[in-house]
């Protein structure tokens, strides 16, 4: 139905920089919003940032004033410009689109973002 392909993770050095980019494809239509999750082991996936088919953006606190959602509607792309990162940003990071008026979501297989202290 729809498919999400996240790129741009690795390894990067405290207050180093990364771009994330998720690629959908399938049924794309009706989009309600894109955005960008976190997971670290034993917590819960948090909400990184999001941006809605309006354009609208919101960010959770830890990361405001450093990481900046955007999207390519040409590409279907969004991204996720990461700047001074932290070691407490280390998590898998997963591309989320959700869609429909049922707000279903789907998910990216997740890509793994380290920050070495």
């Known amino acids: 139905q729809v498919q999400l392909v996240e790129s741009g993770g690795g390894l990067v050095q405290a207050g180093g920089s990364l771009r994330l980019s998720c690629a959908a494809s399938g049924m794309i239509f009706s989009i309600n919003a894109m955005g960008w999750y976190r997971q670290v082991p034993g917590k819960q996936r948090e909400l990184v940032a999001r941006i809605t088919s309006g354009g609208s953006t919101n960010y959770a606190d830890s990361v405001k004033g450093r990481f900046t959602i955007s999207r390519d509607n040409a590409k279907n792309t969004v991204y996720l410009q990461m700047n001074s990162l932290k070691p407490e940003d280390t998590a898998v990071y997963y591309c989320?689109?959700?869609?429909?008026?049922?707000?279903?979501?789907?998910w990216g297989q997740g890509t793994q973002v380290t920050v070495s202290s």
């Open positions: 989320n689109l959700n869609r429909g008026v049922f707000g279903t979501d789907y």
